[in-house]
């Protein structure tokens, strides 16, 4: 099997090179939303729209099993890590946990 046929192995790969990396779906409000919030932070996302990626099918599958959720998109890693997905990031942002992440990742510097 070449490298990156496997869907679960493309998604960790491409959340591993960048200090975010949202993988999404350009029709969903959910997905819009994240976006918005890390942008008015100042941060600038890795996005991936997945319905516009034709393994985008497959990524989202994957995705869904690895959060256990049928509701796959947005899903935020954070320098390489999974964060999960919107209500995660919220409760982060609310309790005061995201900033601190963003700026070990290198992606916020204030």
């Not at 099997?1 to 960048?18: F, I, N, Q, T, Y």
Request: glycine residues 10%; aromatic residues 4%; charged residues 20%.
């Amino acid at each position: 099997m070449p490298m990156g046929s496997d869907p679960m192995e493309r998604v960790v790969k491409l959340a591993s090179e960048s200090a975010i990396v949202i993988f999404s779906v350009s029709s969903c409000c959910m997905c819009h939303a994240v976006k918005r919030l890390f942008c008015g932070m100042g941060v600038n996302p890795t996005v991936y729209e997945l319905d516009q990626d034709p393994r985008g099918k497959d990524m989202e599958r994957a995705l869904m099993r690895l959060l256990g959720n049928p509701q796959a998109v947005p899903v935020v890693f954070i320098g390489g890590k999974l964060i999960g997905s919107m209500d995660r990031v919220m409760a982060s942002h609310i309790n005061g946990t995201l900033v601190p992440l963003l700026k070990e990742a290198g992606a916020l510097w204030l």
